[in-house]
């Protein structure tokens, strides 16, 4: 019974560990005041930080009107991500006052990455849709931003 739960509790770290490896790779103007930040992960400081890092990225793509239907079903999903995010980062604070089981930190835990799993595949759909309506100059920015290519030094 013993190795069954350490085998439970060493799956449930390594997949926190790389859920938070994949969201560090996926900054790729790293952390702090109007850093663009890439698709799915648009929160992290708030509802508001949102809105300002897609301003951002939306001004570095220089999206035209033609391409605005696709940008903006791409910056709803974000936004509703971000959205998502705070409420699920709330309700763990709020957990963290009552006394929980290890099993329910696990079941927590798992549902989290099952929601993030569906976020990530909507929000993978929204992008490839914008995407396709960038120019190529704009699919080397996309690129850089988002497909973990850096710009040349």
Known sequence: ???ATKLVIALGTALTLGLGAAAISAQPFGY??????GPGMMGGHGPGRA??????????LGITAQQDVAWQAFAKNAKQQSEN????????REAR???????EVLAQRSEFMKQRQLEMAANAA?????????TPEQKLIADQRFGGLRRPR
Do not use: C, T
């Open 1 to 3: 019974m013993k190795r």
């Open 97 to 103: 006052h009552g006394a929980r089981s290890a099993p």
């Open 85 to 92: 995010r705070q409420a699920w980062f709330a309700k763990v």
């Open 126 to 134: 929204a992008f490839k849709d914008l995407y396709a309506v960038l």
């Open 51 to 60: 809105g300002e890092r897609l301003a951002h990225l939306k001004i570095a």
């Open 32 to 37: 702090g005041p109007g850093r663009g930040m």
